[in-house]
T-cell receptor
Framework: GENVEQHPSTLSVQEGDSAVIKCTYS??????FPWYKQELGKRPQLIID?????GEKKDQRIAVTLNKTAKHFSLHITETQPEDSAVYFCAAPSGSARQLTFGSGTQLTVLP | DAGVTQSPTHLIKTRGQQVTLRCSPKSGHDTVSWYQQALGQGPQFIFQ???????QRGNFPDRFSGHQFPNYSSELNVNALLLGDSALYLC??????????????FGPGTRLTVL
C-alpha cells in the first residue's frame, strides 16, 4: 500500500512570507496528488491537485510541484495571509484504488 | 447543486453500543468513501462503496461495516463501540471507478464521542 510522509508537522511564518510543505510517497504507480486545507472543526477542502503528467501547477498564491523520480511533491504558498492558517494535508492514491492515503498534516500559522 | 451531506453532526455513545452514520454524495457522484480522522491526525481510509458493493477496505476491523443504497447514499455502521472509536468520521464522494483518480469531495463529518 501507499505510505505518505509529510514535513514539517508545524510551520510558523510571518504574514507576507512564503510557506513550503513537503510530502514523499512510496507507490510509484500513484498518479494523482491532492492537497487539502482543514480549518478547525471543518471538513478537509481540496485546494489544489496535480497529476503525474505535469511537474508544476499554480493557482493564484498556491502552487504544487511534483518530482516523480524522487517521489515527492510540495505545496508552496506565497504572500501568506492570516486566513491561510490551518492544517494542510497531502495525499496520494494507493495504486489502482481510489482510496487516498493522507500525510500526518502540517499546522500552518501565519503571524500578523 | 448539493454538496456532500452527513448526519448527524454530533453523536455521543457509550462503550459497547452500536452507531449508524449517514452520507449523501455530491450530485452526480456515485462512489462513497468513508474515513476516520482521530484528533490531530490525517484521515484514515475505512472503505469505499460503488454500485452498492464494498470495493476497497482499509485496515479496520469487521466491527466497521457499511452499505450503499440505489440512490448512492451510504451508511457506516460501527458495532461494539470502543473508546478509541471516538473521532470525526468523514464521507467523501467521487465519480466512478476509473483508472484516473479524480477529486474526492468531503462532507462536514460526524463527530462521534464514545464514553
Amino acid at each position: 500500500g501507499e505510505n505518505v510522509e509529510q514535513h514539517p508537522s508545524t510551520l510558523s511564518v510571518q504574514e507576507g512570507d512564503s510557506a513550503v510543505i513537503k510530502c514523499t510517497y512510496s507507490d510509484s504507480a500513484s498518479n494523482y496528488f491532492p492537497w487539502y486545507k482543514q480549518e478547525l472543526g471543518k471538513r478537509p477542502q481540496l485546494i489544489i491537485d496535480i497529476r503525474s503528467n505535469v511537474g508544476e501547477k499554480k493557482d493564484q498564491r498556491i502552487a504544487v510541484t511534483l518530482n516523480k523520480t524522487a517521489k515527492h511533491f510540495s505545496l508552496h504558498i506565497t504572500e501568506t495571509q492570516p486566513e491561510d492558517s490551518a492544517v494542510y494535508f497531502c495525499a496520494a492514491p494507493s495504486g489502482s484504488a481510489r482510496q487516498l492515503t493522507f500525510g500526518s498534516g502540517t499546522q500552518l500559522t501565519v503571524l500578523p | 447543486d448539493a454538496g456532500v451531506t452527513q448526519s448527524p453532526t454530533h453523536l455521543i455513545k457509550t462503550r459497547g453500543q452500536q452507531v449508524t452514520l449517514r452520507c449523501s454524495p455530491k450530485s452526480g457522484h456515485d462512489t462513497v468513501s468513508w474515513y476516520q480522522q482521530a484528533l490531530g491526525q490525517g484521515p484514515q481510509f475505512i472503505f469505499q462503496y460503488y454500485e452498492e458493493e464494498e470495493r476497497q477496505r482499509g485496515n479496520f476491523p469487521d466491527r466497521f461495516s457499511g452499505h450503499q443504497f440505489p440512490n448512492y447514499s451510504s451508511e457506516l455502521n460501527v458495532n461494539a463501540l470502543l473508546l478509541g472509536d471516538s473521532a470525526l468520521y468523514l464521507c467523501a464522494s467521487s465519480l466512478g471507478l476509473t483508472s484516473s483518480l479524480g477529486e474526492q469531495f468531503f462532507g462536514p463529518g460526524t463527530r462521534l464521542t464514545v464514553l
